[in-house]
């Protein structure tokens, strides 16, 4: 397996690890924190003396903090690692010609946390720019634009939607894919991607077949 594709895996096995540890370092102080609120709340016989309680009631939100920060960073690094171990068994993109594994697409788009789709815009960005009688776009002033420009995105969703489908078009594959692209756009921006990637995909099938 390629050095960029463990490096991520071992990524998130640090985070899986760092959550672990914040686990165990948390849970016992938050329980004797718990344990001494309760006792000393409900007045019973291992009450601790009421400095015990002032100083629980200070610190159980740290503890309670660090806690589920540890839960959280575990859970991302154990479902990151094997999500990422499962797409490195997938097929690889064909990047010459557009096509990218809809399902390696999917899962890229849903556990990246973004970074994935910034990096598809710029791809398809730079893809598209082989449609003939069209304006070329620079993919990295549109990838800046996307990210910093409130709408950008559902704009340029709407205009890298036409063009895919003039692509089709050019070569003989039939695509109307701008009004739906277009309106999820603006209400599930996550699926438009999915759309576009897939119409991509049969575009370079097409081609090869």
């Not at 503890?63 to 859970?75: D, E, M, N, Q, R």
């Not at 990838?143 to 340029?156: A, E, N, Q, R, S």
């Amino acid at each position: 397996m390629r050095k960029r594709k463990i490096m991520p895996i071992i990524l998130f096995v640090i985070l899986a690890i760092i959550g672990f540890a914040l686990f165990v370092k948390f849970d016992t102080p938050r329980k004797f924190y718990l344990n001494n609120i309760s006792d000393y709340e409900a007045h019973n016989s291992f009450a601790p003396p009421v400095e015990w309680y002032l100083y629980s009631k200070q610190s159980i939100g740290k503890t309670t903090f660090g806690y589920y920060s540890g839960i959280i960073l575990g859970l991302l690094g154990i479902i990151g690692t094997v999500a990422t171990i499962f797409i490195n068994l997938l097929p690889d993109n064909n990047k010459s010609n557009g096509y990218c594994n809809i399902l390696k697409h999917v899962l890229l788009l849903l556990l990246t946390f973004g970074i994935y789709y910034l990096i598809w815009i710029y791809r398809t960005t730079k893809y598209l720019n082989q449609v003939k009688g069209v304006q070329q776009r620079n993919p990295t002033s549109k990838l800046l634009l996307c990210i910093f420009v409130p709408f950008y995105l559902i704009y340029w969703i709407y205009i890298s939607a036409q063009l895919i489908d003039k692509l089709a078009y050019s070569k003989g594959v039939e695509s109307n894919i701008v009004t739906i692209c277009s309106v999820l756009a603006i209400f599930i921006n996550i699926i438009p991607p999915i759309i576009m990637q897939d119409k991509i995909n049969i575009i370079a099938t097409a081609i090869n077949t």
